[in-house]
């Protein structure tokens, strides 16, 4: 067994729970270990940002949380590409029965039952980075497959999952590990027959529902897709990360109405997350709802006011509404930002030449041509804006 003196202290903490206090003494118990490097999170939200943003060694987490609950981070953590494999402790007052088969599934490195004493934490923290370093974990031949995925190596990955459901015949994520491998590949029924597997399964092992529904819209099979969805959102309803997902693939494939429905169900249910605000605003805006996307797209300036994409889509919202003077603040915001970006530009040269002002609009679509000489749609508003003139 380990010992925590053989630790690195430079071994990099990851704290989250909901109560400072709770954070904060264990912060303190854990620099009392000799550790310098401890950091604190007070919502899943706020946890994955850092995880993205700085090497984080070693996160124990409350399973029970604000925003979406410690396992969903830890499903996040494990298949995101943007995050390195961290050793991972659980903490909790108590598990749910569904609770501890998807923990299995996702092979934490310990796991400690609230109350406990600061000797069970200080031994625990060693354990865990045992089993963190492991060779023969499942974890590590999971994590390998990631890489492969990520490279699109699907045959590599594909072996990969292949090996882990031989060592855990039961795997609900080595079947849907397989199952995206093989959408990848185009041989859908195959994928599909892996997630119906998974589910029969483990029903609560929301990432077979996630696949499917995947493999439905790549099938083009919508209302499918749709179901299993809402049956992903139904065991899962505080993941805004799940409904980004379903939304940014439900857009894609211009399903506007259907990626509507769901993130008014966020939204409803008071799940929070600044993206959401971006691609309502957007779903509204595809479908013409013009006056509600601006409501949104405003919302979304509030946390984010240098989104490009969104200043100009706000633009063109107010411009077809003919709020021209409220879409050149927009476009004006933008091209402050973004001298250069022509498409910013070339909006706002509309937004004149629908308000019949030729010659500002004229500036406008010379300058577009400064920059890019070969700008087809700067040349045919000049030849139009020509031919109004000499009219």
């Known amino acids: 067994m380990s010992n925590i003196l053989e630790l690195s202290t430079d071994l990099s903490f990851l704290i989250i729970d909901e109560s ?12 009392s270990l000799g550790f310098k490097n401890v950091n604190q999170a007070s919502s899943a939200i706020v946890a994955l940002q850092l995880l993205k943003s ?12 604000p925003d979406f609950n410690g396992i969903e981070l830890l499903k996040e953590i494990r298949d995101s590409s943007d995050i390195n494999r961290t050793a991972f402790l ?56 990631k890489l492969f995925l990520n490279k699109g190596e699907l045959v590599g990955a594909l072996a990969k999952f292949e090996t882990l459901l031989r060592k855990s015949p039961n795997s609900c994520r080595a079947r849907v590990g ?11 029924p195959k994928a599909e027959s892996l997630c119906k597997q998974a589910i029969e399964k483990n029903e609560f092992f929301v990432q077979s529902f996630d696949e499917i529904g995947r493999i439905y819209m790549s099938m083009n099979r919508v209302q499918d897709a749709v179901h299993f969805f809402k049956k992903a959102v ?36 008071g799940v929070v997350y600044i993206n959401i605000y971006e691609q309502y605003g957007k779903t509204l805006f595809y479908q013409k709802k013009l006056e509600k996307a601006a409501l949104y797209f405003e919302k979304s300036l509030r946390h984010d006011p240098n989104n490009r994409s969104i200043i100009n889509l706000m633009g063109i919202c107010l411009k077809d ?13 933008a091209i402050k930002a973004f001298p250069t970006d022509a498409k910013v530009l070339f909006n706002k040269g509309l937004c004149y030449f629908e308000m019949k002002n030729y010659e500002k609009a004229k500036k406008m679509f010379e300058y577009i041509l400064k920059l890019d000489p070969d700008n087809q749609k700067s040349i045919k508003k000049l030849e139009e804006i020509a031919n109004l003139i000499r009219k």
């Open 178 to 188: 397989m199952a995206i491998c093989y959408r990848k590949m185009k041989n859908n």
């Open 54 to 65: 700085k090497p984080i060694q070693f996160v124990i987490c409350e399973l029970e949380m």
């Open 90 to 145: 659980m903490i909790s007052k108590d598990a749910k029965r569904e609770d501890i088969s998807l923990l299995g599934e996702y092979e934490i490195d310990g796991y400690l039952k609230k109350p406990f004493s600061f000797q069970a934490l200080a031994q625990k923290i060693p354990n865990c980075m045992q089993n963190y370093n492991n060779p023969n974990t499942a974890e590590k031949l999971f994590q390998e497959a």
């Open 234 to 269: 139904s065991l899962s309803p505080n993941n805004p990360l799940r409904f980004e997902r379903i939304a940014n693939l439900l857009i894609e494939h211009e399903r506007f109405k259907e990626a509507e429905s769901f993130l008014e169900e966020a939204i409803g249910g």
């Open 20 to 31: 400072e206090s709770f954070r904060d003494i264990m912060s303190s118990g854990i620099r």
């Open 321 to 333: 509404l003919n709020r021209y003077e409220d879409a050149l603040k927009y476009y004006n915001m």
